[in-house]
């Protein structure tokens, strides 16, 4: 039996508690993630038509102009580990963000027009990719089968 599924009881505990346990086996705990992204839904910005030439310090370089970035990831082919053309950039702030858009979407990067929206959420940000559910259904209750009144007046 595997020891982390064993030191846990069986009882309800915490958040915190739970979280705590979890940090001291730093191998499994890699791979779970409890918490949501402790950063405003909005400060997350992709860029697109980026060069392929482009790296995380560049990009670095040019929108830490708008305000504290926590994280910037470059999407790479896996297998021949070049750029695809786009980052995702992730603000401590949603007014950064924002800024950043306002500023430079649809401007010359080295070459290219680059394009920035808000990301998406997507596998990072839960842990799998998010449902959704969409607009209310609307439920109707089945009406109960009505037997024919046969009129029996002589």
Excluded at 1 to 11: D, G, R, V
Excluded at 35 to 50: E, F, Q, T
Excluded at 124 to 133: I, K, L, M, V
Aim: contains cysteine; charged residues 25%.
């Amino acid at each position: 039996m595997n020891t982390m599924l064993a030191s846990f009881p069986l009882y309800p505990r915490t958040f915190a508690s739970v979280r705590a346990e979890l940090d001291t086996h730093t191998e499994q705990s890699s791979f779970l993630k409890l918490a949501p992204n402790p950063y405003p839904l909005a400060s997350k910005i992709l860029v697109k038509n980026l060069p392929y030439t482009t790296g995380e310090t560049t990009l670095q370089k040019e929108f830490s102009n708008f305000g504290k970035i926590a994280e910037i990831k470059v999407a790479k082919d896996v297998k021949t580990k070049r750029s695809k053309g786009y980052a995702f950039i992730q603000y401590t702030c949603q007014d950064d963000a924002m800024l950043a858009i306002e500023t430079m979407d649809q401007k010359d990067f080295y070459g290219r027009t680059i394009h920035l929206e808000i990301a998406k959420p997507g596998w990072d940000d839960y842990g799998s990719q998010p449902r959704t559910s969409g607009p209310p259904k609307k439920w109707t209750s089945p009406e109960p089968e009505q037997e024919e009144v046969v009129d029996c007046w002589y």
